[in-house]
């Protein structure tokens, strides 16, 4: 791809972009003006800006979905090597009582969700009413807001996945755990899924001023 050229007019002040090195040089031949336009580059560097910052998301979303699991699986294997027989005792007599509270954690998942939607939103609104780093372009700033905005809003529905992994550990029927670590790795995806769906407002707000 040749580099674009901005070819001006000095009479009647219109310009031209030449889309190739060749035309820049018939350009050149026939005595017009003709300026490198850098602007021809930004769509390139956007484009590879917006596959890292989609890489990051989906990373991060593997990470968090997949933490919960991991902890259950890393959980039951160290209780299985290192815990004594008589563990288990304890577990089956404590089972009818933490059972209940295991089951609670399944629609305080769904809550929990609901709230790292709000929470989600109020991050990146607050972020973008700071003054923008001047090293920053719109685009960039609102990324990095929504990525640390959706780094903390994956938590909130993993607490009660983390705290029936816990009552598991206490003598919990595996079932309602199960379905609690399913619906908080839901969570997690819609939340991933949901983030830069607003609107992006105050995306043309200058360096060093906040964005509304």
């Known amino acids: 791809m040749g580099l674009e050229h901005r070819e001006r007019d000095s009479g009647l002040g219109a310009t031209n972009y030449c889309g190739s090195s060749a035309e820049a040089s018939i350009a050149s031949y026939t005595g017009a003006h003709c300026e490198v336009n850098v602007v021809a580059r930004i769509p390139l560097r956007f484009n590879a800006r917006v596959g890292r910052s989609a890489a990051q998301r989906f990373g991060l979303l593997a990470i968090v979905g997949l933490s919960t699991p991991f902890a259950l699986v890393l959980e039951s294997g160290v209780r299985h090597l290192l815990m004594p027989a008589e563990f288990e005792d304890v577990r089956a007599w404590l089972s009818p009582d933490v059972t209940p509270w295991a089951w609670a954690m399944a629609p305080a998942a769904v809550v929990a969700t609901g709230l790292g939607f709000f929470l989600q939103r109020w991050l990146v609104a607050r972020s973008l009413k700071k003054p923008r780093d001047p090293r920053l372009t719109p685009e960039q700033a609102r990324d990095s807001a929504e990525f640390d905005a959706l780094m ?48 992006r407002a105050g995306s043309n707000s200058p360096p060093g001023s906040p964005e509304d």
Do not use: D, E
């Not at 609690?180 to 607003?198: D, F, N, P």
């Open 152 to 199: 903390l809003s994956t938590s909130v529905p993993q607490i009660p996945a983390l705290l029936s992994t816990v009552a598991f550990l206490f003598g919990a029927r595996l079932t309602p755990v199960l379905v609690t670590v399913c619906l908080a790795t839901v969570g997690v995806i819609s939340l991933g899924l949901a983030v830069g769906r607003s609107p």
